[in-house]
C-alpha cells in the first residue's frame, strides 16, 4: 500500500466545512450504492492530504436515518482515503462529560434499526470482526492533536447509537445510563461498521454538546440548546484536524496493528463460484483488493 496519508473527515452537525484546504477542490465520484451526502472536497494541509464529506448534506438535509452511509464510505475508498476520522456530535449520559468537551470513543452501541448495514449480503456474504470497532492508533492521534488545541479531552467511552431523529424518553436516557454508556448520538453506525468492511481504519471524535435528558438540573434536550455549544464544538475540531494533519506530515502510512486493512482476507464465506457477479461489481472498490 501507499505509505501516504490520505486522512478522510465526515464532518457532523456543525462541521460543514474544513478551513484552510491548499488547492481545495470538489470532487464529483459516482457510486453503485446509490446518491452519497455530497460532493467531497479534496485538499491539502500540508503534506497530508485530506478527502472532506458532510454526512448531512449542504444545508443539513440529511436526517440520520437518511444519511446513505454505504454510499458515503465507498465514495470516500474510491477517493483513496487511508483513514476516515469521524467528528460527531453527541449527548452526554454522565457528569464528568460536560458540554464543549471531546470523548475519544472506543466502544460502540448499535441500537439503530432502519439502516443498510453491510455492503456484503445475498450473493457473497461475509463477516467481519467488530470487537474492537475504533482504530487505537487513529484515535491517539486524534486525541493528543486535541490536547494540543486546548480542548478538554476524554480517552475512551461507549457511545450508544439510537436511530433518531427524536431525542431520548426520560426512561431511554437512564436505561442508556444504566448499561454503562458515556455518550448518545445517531450516526456512527453503521458508519463504522461500513468503515471496517472497507478495511478503512476509522476513529470519533464525538464532541459534547448537552447533557441527555437524564440529567434533572438541565434543561431537556432542544435544537436551541445545542445549537448554542455547537460554534465552538466546531471551531475546536477545525484545529484539532490541522493538527492532526501537521502531526502526520512526514510519518509513513504503514498498516496499523490491529490488521484493519487486510481484515476481509478471512471473512468471505461464500465461495468465488457460487458469488453473485452483479454484488460483486458493485463491491470492486470496497472489495477489490480481496475479490478476483
Known amino acids: 500500500m501507499s505509505s501516504k496519508w490520505v486522512?478522510?473527515?465526515?464532518?457532523?452537525?456543525?462541521?460543514?466545512?474544513?478551513?484552510?484546504?491548499?488547492?481545495a477542490r470538489e470532487e464529483h465520484i459516482v457510486t453503485p450504492w446509490g446518491v452519497p451526502s455530497g460532493n467531497v472536497m479534496r485538499g491539502n494541509i500540508g503534506d497530508v492530504e485530506l478527502v472532506f464529506l458532510p454526512r448531512h448534506g449542504k444545508g443539513h438535509r440529511?436526517?440520520?436515518t437518511h444519511v446513505n452511509y454505504r454510499a458515503n464510505i465507498d465514495v470516500l475508498k474510491r477517493a483513496g482515503v487511508t483513514d476516515i476520522l469521524s467528528i460527531s456530535a453527541v449527548g452526554s449520559l454522565q457528569q464528568q462529560y460536560a458540554p464543549g468537551h471531546f470523548v475519544f470513543i472506543d466502544q460502540f452501541i448499535d441500537r439503530t434499526f432502519a439502516r443498510e448495514k453491510s455492503f456484503f449480503g445475498e450473493g457473497c456474504v461475509a463477516h467481519v470482526s467488530m470487537a474492537h470497532p475504533i482504530c487505537e492508533r487513529l484515535s491517539g492521534l486524534a486525541y493528543e492533536a486535541g490536547l494540543s488545541v486546548g480542548a478538554t479531552c476524554h480517552k475512551g467511552g461507549t457511545y450508544i447509537v439510537m436511530e433518531g431523529p427524536q431525542f431520548s424518553t426520560y426512561a431511554e436516557s437512564q436505561l442508556y445510563r444504566s448499561w454503562g454508556c458515556d455518550v448518545i448520538g445517531m450516526t456512527n453506525m453503521p458508519e463504522s461498521k461500513l468503515a471496517r468492511e472497507a478495511e478503512i481504519p476509522y476513529a470519533t471524535v464525538a464532541m459534547v454538546t448537552d447533557y441527555d435528558c437524564w440529567h434533572e438540573e438541565e434543561e431537556d434536550v432542544s435544537v436551541e440548546s445545542v445549537m448554542k455549544i455547537m460554534a465552538s464544538n466546531s471551531a475546536n475540531a477545525k484545529k484539532l484536524i490541522?493538527?492532526?494533519?501537521?502531526?502526520?506530515?512526514?510519518?509513513?502510512?504503514?498498516?496499523?496493528?490491529?490488521g484493519i486493512e487486510t481484515c476481509l482476507d478471512y471473512a468471505l464465506i461464500t465461495p468465488p463460484d457460487a458469488r453473485d457477479p452483479e454484488l460483486l461489481a458493485k463491491l470492486d472498490a470496497v472489495a477489490g483488493r480481496v475479490l478476483p
Open 7 to 23: 486522512l478522510g473527515v465526515l464532518g457532523g452537525s456543525g462541521l460543514y466545512e474544513i478551513d484552510g484546504l491548499e488547492n
Open 62 to 64: 440529511l436526517s440520520p
Open 242 to 258: 490541522r493538527t492532526l494533519c501537521a502531526n502526520l506530515e512526514g510519518v509513513p502510512r504503514t498498516n496499523g496493528p490491529q
